[in-house]
């Protein structure tokens, strides 16, 4: 048996050999038109008697060579088998991931089933073909990923598998993916080379609605919200609406309006795009904005009812006085063209960008508007539809207090607990200041004192709105003595001036009344001198 293994070897090595020399005399000198039929009908052949199928994945494709995004996907999925299963790995730095991402080396190969058909993944590298002699250095060959199997599971891999692959490697990636606080750049610097409508920094906000102080049962509908909006892609196409939701945060400033999106973006694990209305010049950079806004984001504009006049009605400067300054000062004249000219955003503009056609460019996107004022915004502009939940941030409650004692002093309860929540009862604090006097600000400083700090700052708030109270009454009282004064005054004039023709009526006829009597005076005077002169003749 031995020597028999031992003759078949060499035959086994010479065949191989001719075999080899058989194909590089082939590509060597056969014509090339020829080759080609001749290569597609041996692998042709060779389908019939071989039972697997492979699926190459690309990792460029594209005319300008970009990274493909479903082999970027595919690697995401691959990264927990290749991370158990291959014996050579690769450590890769993902762009926007939080760690380092473990894939396949060159020529590694992992397996997978899928609904009890057994796969294998392969990685693969082509290598570059190059001249002899460069300048440049050498370039990196052509990675791609290969996707074997049986081809009696053709139908089920094509359409089930892949898809399974490409949604659990988008959860993969989603997963480890650090998310991003966006701010939009002026429309001035987008036309620079490698220019981007938005910049980005690695968003690390800790806040979660474990931490947030708000009443449980209100926080518990919130939550609920963003987790039926997050898995509602089927239901909105259903209805025929854009998957979107608007959020109306509004309160007093301290009131956790800011804390809120941070925690909803840790919730819903999207980037947090910060749209800063004044750098927007006009409705059509507005509308560019939306449509470079990726899925799985939340688009935020802060202070609202600050950001622009959104009535419509712009208030005109004096423009030509101002165009003659400027004609008559040189410095501002070298100066105007850098000066910005002021956002011409409408409430048109900005209702089109919320809820118009434009709006549905893209999906799973929430808006989130804030404001210290409600009643500020145009009633257009917060309706249902375009704001669907409007959420009350107000000041600090007892639930809202326990929460905050949880986090910053680790306390479920205290024997000063009852004198604090009278007190939150009685007067209004944010659950900025009263986290403000529960943070220890010393080693030494203990709860003890943190809560006794507190019910000081309670008490004095309470004197504070007392005081405040009983000056806005007497302000009240002054004002609406004042205003009944004016009143009286007001009457009494009117009064008088009832009573002026009357009494200027009253003085013509007394004034007439002494004319006549002293007419008929100067007659009786007149006669009785008549009747002595005759008298005297």
Same mark, same amino acid.
């Given at each position: 048996?031995?020597?028999?293994?031992?003759?078949?070897?060499?035959?086994?090595?010479?065949?191989?050999?001719?075999?080899?020399?058989?194909?590089?005399?082939?590509?060597?000198?056969?014509?090339?038109?020829?080759?080609?039929?001749?290569?597609?009908?041996?692998?042709?052949?060779?389908?019939?008697?071989?039972?697997?199928?492979?699926?190459?994945?690309?990792?460029?494709?594209?005319?300008?060579?970009?990274?493909?995004?479903?082999?970027?996907?595919?690697?995401?999925?691959?990264?927990?088998?290749?991370?158990?299963?291959?014996?050579?790995?690769?450590?890769?730095?993902?762009?926007?991931?939080?760690?380092?991402?473990?894939?396949?080396?060159?020529?590694?190969? *992992?397996?997978?089933?899928?609904?009890?058909?057994?796969?294998?993944?392969?990685?693969?590298?082509?290598?570059?073909?190059?001249?002899?002699?460069?300048?440049?250095?050498?370039?990196?060959?052509?990675?791609?990923?290969?996707?074997?199997?049986?081809? #009696?599971? #053709?139908?089920?891999?094509?359409?089930?598998? @892949?898809?399974?692959?490409?949604?659990?490697?988008?959860?993969?990636?989603?997963?480890?993916?650090?998310?991003? @606080?966006? /701010?939009?750049?002026?429309?001035?610097?987008?036309?620079?080379?490698?220019?981007?409508?938005?910049?980005?920094? *690695?968003?690390?906000?800790?806040?979660?609605?474990?931490?947030?102080?708000?009443?449980?049962?209100?926080?518990?509908?919130? *939550?609920?919200?963003?987790?039926?909006?997050?898995?509602?892609?089927?239901?909105?196409?259903?209805?025929?609406?854009?998957?979107?939701?608007?959020?109306?945060?509004?309160?007093?400033?301290?009131?956790?309006?800011?804390?809120?999106?941070?925690?909803?973006?840790?919730?819903?694990?999207?980037?947090?795009?910060?749209?800063? @209305?004044?750098?927007?010049?006009?409705?059509?950079?507005?509308?560019?904005?939306? /449509?470079?806004?990726?899925?799985?984001?939340?688009?935020?504009?802060?202070? /609202?009812?600050?950001?622009?006049?959104?009535?419509?009605?712009?208030?005109?400067?004096?423009?030509?006085?101002?165009?003659?300054?400027?004609?008559?000062?040189?410095?501002?004249?070298? #100066?105007?063209?850098?000066?910005?000219?002021?956002?011409?955003?409408?409430?048109?503009?900005?209702?089109?960008?919320?809820?118009?056609?434009?709006?549905?460019?893209?999906?799973?996107?929430?808006?989130?508007?804030?404001?210290?004022?409600?009643?500020?915004?145009?009633?257009? @502009?917060?309706?249902?539809? #375009?704001?669907?939940?409007?959420?009350?941030?107000?000041?600090?409650?007892?639930?809202?207090?326990?929460?905050?004692?949880?986090?910053?002093?680790?306390?479920?309860?205290?024997?000063?607990?009852?004198?604090?929540?009278?007190?939150?009862?009685?007067?209004?604090?944010?659950?900025?200041? *009263?986290?403000?006097?529960?943070?220890?600000?010393?080693?030494?400083?203990?709860?003890?004192?943190?809560?006794?700090?507190?019910?000081?700052?309670?008490?004095?708030?309470?004197?504070?709105?007392?005081?405040?109270?009983?000056?806005?009454?007497?302000?009240?009282?002054?004002?609406?003595?004042?205003?009944?004064?004016?009143?009286?005054?007001?009457?009494?004039?009117?009064?008088?001036?009832?009573?002026?023709?009357?009494?200027?009526?009253?003085?013509?006829?007394?004034?007439?009344?002494?004319?006549?009597?002293?007419?008929?005076?100067?007659?009786?005077?007149?006669?009785?001198?008549?009747?002595?002169?005759?008298?005297?003749?």
């Amino acid at each position: 048996m031995m020597m028999m293994m031992g003759e078949m070897w060499p035959q086994l090595g010479s065949v191989i050999a001719s075999a080899m020399f058989a194909y590089a005399m082939f590509q060597q000198y056969f014509p090339y038109q020829l080759r080609g039929p001749i290569e597609k009908y041996t692998q042709k052949l060779f389908g019939y008697v071989y039972p697997y199928i492979h699926i190459s994945f690309d990792e460029y494709s594209g005319e300008w060579r970009t990274r493909s995004e479903l082999f970027t996907t595919i690697q995401s999925y691959l990264s927990t088998k290749s991370s158990t299963e291959a014996k050579r790995l690769k450590a890769q730095d993902v762009k926007d991931s939080k760690s380092l991402v473990l894939t396949m080396d060159d020529n590694e190969e *992992v397996t997978d089933e899928f609904q009890g058909i057994k796969l294998w993944w392969a990685s693969r590298k082509n290598a570059p073909i190059q001249s002899s002699f460069s300048f440049y250095p050498r370039s990196d060959g052509k990675r791609h990923y290969k996707l074997t199997f049986h081809r #009696r599971h #053709r139908d089920i891999i094509t359409g089930s598998y @892949l898809d399974h692959v490409r949604k659990q490697g988008k959860a993969i990636a989603v997963s480890n993916r650090q998310r991003k @606080l966006y /701010i939009n750049n002026p429309a001035e610097n987008w036309s620079y080379y490698k220019a981007t409508k938005w910049s980005a920094v *690695v968003f690390e906000h800790p806040a979660t609605f474990e931490t947030i102080a708000m009443e449980p049962k209100k926080k518990e509908e919130i *939550v609920n919200d963003l987790i039926k909006f997050s898995k509602g892609k089927d239901y909105y196409a259903k209805i025929g609406k854009a998957w979107k939701r608007g959020y109306l945060l509004y309160g007093p400033p301290g009131t956790g309006k800011s804390t809120m999106i941070a925690a909803m973006s840790n919730l819903m694990n999207y980037d947090v795009y910060d749209l800063e @209305l004044t750098t927007v010049k006009n409705n059509t950079e507005l509308r560019k904005l939306l /449509i470079e806004t990726p899925n799985r984001a939340i688009i935020v504009i802060e202070d /609202i009812d600050c950001s622009l006049d959104l009535t419509g009605q712009r208030k005109k400067k004096k423009e030509k006085d101002d165009e003659d300054k400027e004609e008559k000062d040189p410095i501002k004249k070298m #100066r105007g063209g850098e000066e910005r000219k002021p956002s011409e955003v409408t409430l048109s503009g900005l209702l089109n960008f919320i809820d118009g056609i434009w709006s549905a460019c893209g999906g799973e996107r929430i808006i989130v508007f804030t404001t210290n004022y409600v009643d500020k915004l145009d009633p257009a @502009l917060i309706r249902r539809g #375009r704001m669907d939940k409007h959420i009350e941030l107000s000041y600090c409650c007892y639930e809202a207090f326990k929460v905050l004692a949880r986090n910053y002093l680790d306390l479920e309860s205290h024997e000063l607990f009852g004198t604090i929540e009278r007190l939150l009862g009685e007067t209004n604090m944010t659950p900025a200041d *009263v986290a403000e006097n529960l943070m220890p600000k010393s080693d030494i400083e203990g709860a003890d004192s943190c809560l006794k700090a507190l019910i000081e700052a309670l008490e004095t708030a309470k004197e504070e709105a007392r005081v405040k109270a009983e000056e806005e009454v007497k302000l009240k009282a002054e004002e609406e003595a004042k205003l009944k004064a004016e009143k009286e005054a007001k009457l009494k004039e009117e009064e008088e001036a009832k009573l002026k023709p009357e009494k200027e009526e009253k003085e013509k006829v007394e004034s007439a009344k002494e004319e006549v009597k002293c007419k008929l005076c100067n007659g009786t005077s007149a006669k009785q001198d008549g009747k002595e002169n005759g008298d005297n003749h």
